[in-house]
């Protein structure tokens, strides 16, 4: 049997599901109660918190002014760095130091001999290059390199020094002279395990 409805009994159908369904929400709505919701601080609380964050927020301008005189200060000492792109050629500006420094005293001091030692971690952010030179030399003369090494604007200094008699009727001696300046982390050998 075929069973049809007429579009008017249809429409009825619809609405009186609609009120239905209406009614089932506003007996929901009806039933729940509303709830009060407890402030979570009392005002006194709320101004104390206010006031807290006032301080904090006041501080920001000198925390900020630390901040860039201390990022200044690391500017001026990085200008220190051994500029390199590889390790030997921090060791070679090394080398470079210590002969314009004996090329400077008269008669001019040369380098017999060099030795490098590699880079070397220096703290968290650093590497250390080390080099080892042999010259012969005065003893006011080694006094002048060793001042002006430490004089040198780069981060140079002297690791080892070992001082033995060449020539006591000339009074030359020979100096065996280690150096280390610092240079960017990015020169240190990654360590393979």
Do not use: W
């Amino acid at each position: 049997m075929n069973f049809t409805l007429s579009p008017a009994i249809r429409r009825s159908l619809f609405i009186t599901l609609a009120l239905m369904i209406a009614g089932v929400i506003v007996e929901h709505l009806r039933d729940s109660e509303p709830t009060v919701v407890a402030p979570t601080e009392t005002p006194t609380r709320a101004e104390a918190r206010l006031e807290q964050l006032r301080a904090t927020a006041s501080t920001v301008p000198a925390k900020d002014e630390i901040l860039k005189k201390a990022e200044a200060d690391l500017a001026a000492r990085e200008k220190g760095l051994i500029v390199a792109d590889t390790a030997p050629q921090a060791q070679a500006e090394l080398i470079r130091i210590v002969r314009e420094l004996g090329h400077g005293e008269s008669p001019a001091v040369e380098i017999r001999n060099t030795d490098g030692f590699g880079i070397r971690p220096f703290g968290d952010s650093y590497g250390e290059a080390t080099v080892s030179v042999t010259i012969d030399c005065r003893p006011d003369q080694l006094v002048n390199i060793l001042a002006g090494l430490a004089a040198r604007p780069e981060l140079v200094s002297t690791n080892d020094l070992r001082v033995t008699s060449a020539n006591a009727k000339d009074k030359v001696v020979n100096v065996h002279l280690t150096v280390s300046g610092i240079v960017p982390r990015k020169l240190v050998p990654e360590k393979h395990s």
